[in-house]
């Protein structure tokens, strides 16, 4: 049975404790509505760009001469996995289920006599990881996008992804990254991003329409529209995370203060339970006390 | 005209405009082009420069882009700009501090591709000049 003095010190910190997760939730909820906007504006240009992007490669297809990049080199050896998570932990299982969708995926790959090569964006998935996959861990990211992503910190990964390509370090890249549904709801999402995976339903919609004209032509086209694309997935691939980051933080703080209230609750009627039970206890012995002389 | 094409202004931040529209006059890498409704597909590049917006027989909006990608289709005109400022919110100020940024840049460029970011970024400085007059 703790002493009356335990339970107010208990009482105290608890309730510290749900002012700072009340703090962080109201800084989350504000965070959350700016990353939100950023997200859902960037939706537009990334969907026209994959939407441009299918019809070129529509077009390309089974023409050789086709950008690397786009087409991919014809291996599937070496793995990238481009593994999006945030630098700081309390956000739920924010971080946890994209480390456990990279490390199911690394495992399964591996198991098909696969290199796997894991290039981690965020500091807590470089550290959940590094356990079990250290050896496949390369040089990541940190600290990205402190006062939200821009496009140049994005532009920044996307370089190093197209320079290890082009140093035949890698065969195929896909990025895992929490796509934001809501602020209770994170879908982990993996996408390829070289070779360019066309969906399967616009490639048939591809073939329908009248092949186009390309000004100055196809290869120049390409050679800028690819490595943008690149830039641009990357650029939404973060900035959705970093959306999702802040919806999944409210959440865990939300649940985290209700949690601390219901524990507040339960200990102070302890307190006044033990309390009264002294006081009770108290009177007893002052009465016998009297009763004896 | 009865008939009209759809125009898409997007950049990385955002849907800029999405409306339907009589002709779009972009800046095309090789000339300027008009795209009407019923337009033969294409895809370009876009250069720095003002894009036009024709509606109800006169030009309806000005568009400055910092060069990007356009996708022509017969109902779609789709421009995926890296920078879009409308021309009416170009100020002297900004004109004046994108050059000399660009001019800076330009001066302190050492490596080959540090040079051609450099440049790039003159030229739209130029282009966004051009289009304030």
């Known amino acids: 049975m703790p002493s009356l003095k335990d339970l107010r010190l208990r009482i105290v910190s608890v309730k510290s404790t749900r002012k700072i997760t009340s703090a962080m939730k109201m800084v989350a909820a504000s965070k959350l509505r700016r990353a939100q906007t950023a997200a859902e504006a960037a939706r537009p240009f990334a969907e026209r760009m994959e939407r441009m992007l299918g019809t070129l490669a529509g077009s390309l297809a089974g023409q050789a001469g086709a950008p690397a990049m786009l087409a991919g080199n014809g291996k599937s050896d070496v793995h990238l996995i481009v593994m999006v998570t945030a630098d700081r932990g309390l956000c739920g299982g924010f971080n946890s289920s994209i480390v456990r969708d990279v490390r199911r995926m690394t495992a399964e790959l591996i198991g098909q006599g696969k290199t796997v090569k894991i290039l981690p964006v965020g ?79 616009e490639e048939k919609s591809g073939e329908l329409k009248a092949t186009y004209e390309f000004e100055p032509n196809e290869e120049e086209i390409l050679a800028t529209l690819v490595p943008r694309n690149l830039a641009i997935q990357v650029f939404r691939a973060t900035l959705e995370s970093q959306a999702s980051e802040q919806g999944a933080r409210m959440t865990a703080m939300d649940n985290a203060t209700r949690n601390a209230g219901d524990m507040i609750n339960g200990l102070t009627i302890k307190y006044n339970r033990s309390r009264q039970a002294q006081i009770t206890k108290e009177l007893i012995e002052i009465i016998s006390g009297a009763e004896a002389l | 005209m009865a008939e009209k094409i759809q125009f898409e202004l997007v950049s990385p931040a955002k849907l800029l405009v999405s409306e339907a529209v009589d002709m779009v006059v972009v800046p095309g890498s090789e000339g300027d082009f008009g795209a009407l409704a019923m337009h033969a597909p294409m895809i370009t590049t876009v250069r720095p420069g003002v894009i036009d917006v024709h509606d109800g027989g006169k030009v309806g909006k000005r568009i400055f882009v910092a060069g990007g990608f356009a996708e022509v289709n017969e109902e779609r005109v789709t421009v995926l700009a890296e920078e879009a400022i409308p021309v009416t919110e170009i100020t002297a100020d900004l004109v004046s501090s994108r050059l000399q940024e660009a001019r800076e840049a330009v001066a302190d460029a050492k490596s080959d591709a540090e040079k051609a970011v450099a440049a790039q970024r003159l030229l739209v400085a130029t282009a966004l000049e051009a289009a304030a007059r």
């Open chain 1, 123 to 201: 500091r807590k998935g470089r550290e959940q990881i590094k356990r079990d996959f250290g050896s496949n861990l390369i040089e990541g990211f940190e600290g990205l996008g402190r006062k939200g992503i821009t496009f140049p910190e994005a532009d920044m990964v996307a370089a190093k992804v197209a320079s290890m390509f082009e140093a035949g370090e890698f065969d195929v890249c896909t990025v895992v990254y929490n796509r934001f549904q809501s602020a209770i709801s994170q879908i982990v999402t993996r996408q390829q991003l070289i070779p360019f995976a066309v969906a399967a339903g």
